[in-house]
């Protein structure tokens, strides 16, 4: 079976452009989750996607938005950055949110650097 | 906000010794999940604990949950060189996993 897979794997910005890193999810998952993970942190929940509707969302602004598509993959935008959005983005699928071990299958993350 | 708190947060030890890492954590949660984290990689699974009392072994590692005193432990025994990586625990709170800041582990030959 595929893994999560993210792209890009890595890019650089600067403050205020717009910012758009693309997941698939492993096959048989329906729930794609995003985490940002800041350098020598643990990561931090943004929002997770189930059929195609954001169902649950960390502490982030509305600048940070999502999609989910039909496949299941999944879409996360950032608009007009900042310094501080610099970190590893975290694509996470899992099986479901129905009861039972949620496990999240992470991809390997897109570094962003926004200088 | 479920709040975590790992320590030690840095971890040096010998190979052959054993050490035990404790995750604290600040309001109910019935599942927690450990990962692992290699430099400039992405995070691992490596146990999920579902319920009061629950043990999971693999390998070296041990871990368990006691959701009474909401803290999770990963024991580490007779640590190899391979077991060098970041550690996080991650109680889940609805949808989402909240994650510790992580224990960096190095194991010195």
């Known amino acids: 079976e595929t893994g999560v897979t993210q792209s890009p794997t890595h890019l650089i910005k600067t403050r205020g452009q717009q910012v758009t890193l693309r997941c698939s999810s492993q096959s048989g998952h329906n729930t794609v989750s995003w985490y940002q993970q800041a350098l020598g942190q643990g990561p931090q929940f943004i929002f997770q996607y189930y059929r195609e509707e954001e169902n649950g969302r960390g502490n982030f602004p509305p600048r940070f938005s999502g999609l989910q598509f039909p496949n299941y993959s999944s879409e996360l935008n950032v608009n007009a950055l900042e310094l501080d959005d610099s970190a590893l983005y975290l694509c996470?699928?899992?099986?479901?949110?129905?009861?039972?071990?949620?496990?999240?299958?992470f991809g390997a993350g897109s570094r962003l650097t926004v200088l | 906000e479920l709040k975590v708190e790992q320590n030690p947060l840095f971890l040096s030890m010998q190979e052959g010794k054993n050490y035990t890492i404790y995750c604290n954590y600040s309001t109910t949660s019935d599942r927690l999940y450990w990962y692992r984290q290699d430099p400039g990689k992405s995070l691992e699974s490596l146990f999920v604990?579902?319920?009061?009392?629950a043990v999971k072994q693999e390998g070296r590692l041990m871990a368990s949950l006691d959701t009474k005193a909401r803290l999770s432990t990963l024991h580490i025994t007779a640590a190899v060189h391979d077991l060098s990586a970041t550690y996080f625990c991650?109680?889940?709170?609805?949808?989402?996993?909240?994650f510790g800041t992580g224990t960096s582990l190095t194991v010195i030959p």
């Open positions: 604990l579902l319920s009061n009392g």
């Open positions: 996470a699928s899992s099986r479901g949110i129905a009861s039972g071990a949620n496990v999240l299958t």
């Open positions: 991650a109680p889940q709170g609805g949808n989402q996993f909240y």
